[in-house]
């Protein structure tokens, strides 16, 4: 049989909100990255994880891209999927 499909939610520290859906995936966390870059522009990295353990490995992996790409600084959210 089917997984019902649902939407979820995620509602970030500064008031944003994602929505997502409608999936069937087994999703629980939401993750965001907000790169400042030297020229003052921003760029915004966003996904999904089945855990938080899962969203919270993107925190290294962010660091790394960090020095790569020469962002001044990121913030690195994670926060918990509500279903609708």
């Known amino acids: ?3 019902k499909k649902r939407y ?3 509602t970030m ?3 944003y909100v994602k929505t997502i859906g ?3 995936a087994r ?3 939401y993750w965001r990255i907000v790169a400042h870059l030297h020229d003052g522009k921003t760029e915004v ?3 999904h994880a089945s855990s938080a353990k899962d969203a919270a ?3 290294a992996l962010t660091e790394q891209a960090a020095r790569r790409h020469g962002w001044q600084h990121y913030e690195f959210e994670v926060v918990a ?3 609708h």
């Open 27 to 29: 999703l629980t966390h």
């Open 22 to 24: 409608p999936t069937a």
């Open 13 to 15: 520290a500064d008031g």
């Open 45 to 47: 990295f966003w996904g």
């Open 57 to 59: 490995a993107k925190a």
């Open 1 to 3: 049989m089917a997984r």
């Open 8 to 10: 979820l939610t995620a």
């Open 81 to 83: 999927l509500t279903e």
